[in-house]
């Protein structure tokens, strides 16, 4: 399980190696949110998204011999770019298994980072975890899970600790802290590190429409699983339900999730790149979009925003700009 | 004159105002630049550009009294944001001439800032100094020029002691710092700040083609002057000449122009959004252009190229992302 003083770790490991990435603002979005509004430029993290933090924490957590025979990973993308970069940091082979219909430019990159790509094809019902298993098995590789994996959640809690640093500079304690929500590994690593470091912020998670497993769960107070594996734009955060790891620390430490339209991400995507300069992908703008078109879900009169990634295909991108800005 | 200790003093009226903004980089734009890139990215300044760091530098620099009667200044967008930021938060009145062929983007953001908009017609021949006199005679308000004025000087150059805190920090002392140059304000207080913090770094000013004037003033050791006030995508930095309190610093301290084409800078303009997930605008991807595609005329493992601001309407940045993402 992970813990605080596992966080704090992960981030003297990830100290020079993962970006600082600033909060940022605009009184434009402030007027929009109705509320203060600060943006945790996560898409600006190396390999553009806050998954090169749990990737490097997993990945230089690891016993030497294990690291040098590999590792091997499922994901959509972020979470194979952020294994990828850090694997080869570490001169550590890296296997990515990855769906067929992710964003070529996530695919692209991940071979172009070193990593061997392997891909499997979800809408004809195959699974990522059978198609890494014989990788395991065979090869000896270690498989680092994208979010149910403690060394995985305490990287990605780092950003919280800098959440809660970076607030505290600017007078801030009090705030809720909206999070882009797939399996719940950053959502738990987030709230683990501000329960100890800003106790008055609460997390939130943000799911897309028809994807909302974190936020039935958190009603229902126990893990429900979404109908379909694909059909939103959200590519990022689409998992079929919060994890077994992620799932108790989400019930105890979150507060209800709120739920987006594609329609709304993409306004998003508009939004921030038109007053804050910044690339997000759909998947990434979740919370932003909660923040700036659900601002009655939210309490309080400051509210903190992940913007967690930026790896989006250029044609979805001047869509989104065609049709919002 | 702008001194070091005018940038100095200009830093620490910034300070908790203006980001420290982050110097971003991408082993894929490594590998295309041919060298270390780093990309200093003032386009997540407030206001989207460096100039709120000069206009800052001089709203907080005038005698109380002056500054309530207000201030006024000329500017085809971004110094324009930048004063009328500033002066807002000073509680001052701010008057803006723009020319009338701004970005729709520029001018709308003026205005939601608080300032007046005052617009003239460049392409008719209408001067922005006509334009801005009757307002400093019959209304008292101070004139806050774009680049020829000490302290906007000063607040440029307070980008260039970040540059030599950040550069330091990795262990860089070697460099060329490209700099997307017009009048010569950013580029002049960039030169005076490295030339004291960090002197093994040389300045070179990057122009659009047509628009070279700093280049060729520095190869005839005289002020030369553009032959047409508009005809380029990098509207930002369409001056016709370098300034004459700015060209001094510029001729001293400068190594030679580089000048870009207005494809370049939308090439530029797409691989950040791909690589480092930011928002440029052509003006200010006239430095990362010139470290991407003109390699030869540049010297040394280490480049940094400041990507000066990122406010561009949609449809050009869509079409440059159509083009070459």
């Keep these: 399980m992970t813990s605080l003083a596992m966080i704090e770790a992960a981030a003297a490991r990830l100290a020079g190696q993962a970006r600082r990435t600033p909060l940022l603002s605009s009184p434009f979005l402030d007027e929009i949110a109705g509320r203060r509004l600060l943006v945790k430029a996560e898409c600006l ?3 553009g998204s806050f998954k090169f933090r749990g990737g490097w924490a997993a990945v230089s ?3 030497p011999v294990l690291r040098a025979r590999g590792v091997v990973a499922y994901s959509s993308g972020n979470h194979a770019q952020g294994v990828a970069a ?3 940091a570490h001169r550590a082979p890296a296997v990515i298994v990855m769906p067929a219909d992710a964003p070529r430019l996530k695919i ?4 172009a980072l070193g990593a061997e790509v392997v891909l499997y094809d979800r809408a004809a019902g195959e699974s990522r975890e059978a198609a890494a298993a014989p990788l395991v098995a065979e090869r000896g590789l270690t498989l680092i899970k994208p979010y149910d994996e403690p060394e995985v959640i305490a990287g990605q809690g780092t950003t919280g600790l800098e959440i809660a640093e970076q607030t505290a500079a600017l007078g801030i304690t009090q705030a809720e802290v909206l999070v882009c929500c797939g399996g719940g590994g950053l959502t738990s690593g987030v709230a683990l590190a501000l329960e100890d470091r800003a106790p008055q912020m609460r997390v939130r998670p943000v799911e897309p429409e028809g994807f909302d497993d974190v936020t039935r769960s958190l009603i229902s ?3 429900e699983t979404n109908p379909a594996p694909t059909g939103s734009l959200c590519d990022a955060i ?3 339900s919060p994890g077994e790891i992620t799932w108790p620390i989400l019930t105890r430490l979150c507060g209800s999730g709120i739920v987006i339209t594609d329609a709304e991400a993409q306004h998003a995507m508009a939004l921030a790149f038109q007053r804050l300069k910044i690339v997000i992908e759909p998947g990434g703008a979740a919370a932003l979009a909660a923040a700036l078109f659900h601002p009655d879900r939210i309490e309080g009169d400051t509210v903190i925003a992940i913007a967690t990634g930026g790896n ?3 044609a979805v991108f001047a869509e989104s ?4 800005a």
């Design 45 to 47: 993290q190396h390999t």
């Design 61 to 63: 957590a690891l016993d």
């Design 86 to 88: 850090a694997a080869r």
């Design 108 to 111: 692209d990159n991940t071979r």
């Design 221 to 223: 107070g126990q893990i």
């Design 238 to 240: 689409l998992t079929p």
């Design 312 to 314: 989006v295909d250029a």
């Design 321 to 324: 700009l065609t049709r919002f």
